[in-house]
């Protein structure tokens, strides 16, 4: 059974940084993707990173500000949030999938993946 387990979040002032983690066990997952969902609003894509992390891709509203990387020995994925906003604010979500997709709009898509973590709260003071 593949569990995804988030961590790091926390609060912080506007212009600061925080790294999320997510570590899986149970197996070996391909596809590993960072979404976020604020209060009364929709869960929304973050980035998204390919098995060898040759792919990235990032919501345009965290480009420039946000890296996704992953080491595949430790089945950890990670995101590094820096020049955060306060409308960066939301709880952040892992997901997984052990299938390797071929669009950006698969990557995008929350019905793509089979597992996810219990999500881990972001909140940026301003």
């Known amino acids: 059974q593949v569990q995804l387990v988030e961590s790091g979040g926390g609060l912080v002032q506007a212009g600061g940084s925080l790294r999320l983690s997510c570590a899986a066990s149970g197996r070996t997952l391909s596809t590993y993707t960072w979404f976020r969902q604020a209060p009364g609003k929709e869960r929304e894509f973050v980035a998204a990173i390919s098995w060898s992390g040759a792919l990235t891709y990032y919501a345009d509203t965290v480009k420039g500000r946000f890296t996704i990387s992953r080491d595949n020995a430790k089945n950890t994925v990670y995101l590094q949030m820096n020049s955060l906003k306060p409308e960066d604010t939301a709880v952040y979500y892992c997901?997984?999938?052990?299938?390797?997709?071929?669009?950006?709009?698969?990557?995008?898509?929350?019905?793509?993946?089979?597992?996810w973590g219990q999500g881990t709260q972001v909140t940026v003071s301003s």
């Open positions: 997901a997984a999938d052990s299938r390797s997709m071929r669009f950006r709009s698969d990557y995008e898509d929350v019905n793509e993946y089979d597992y």
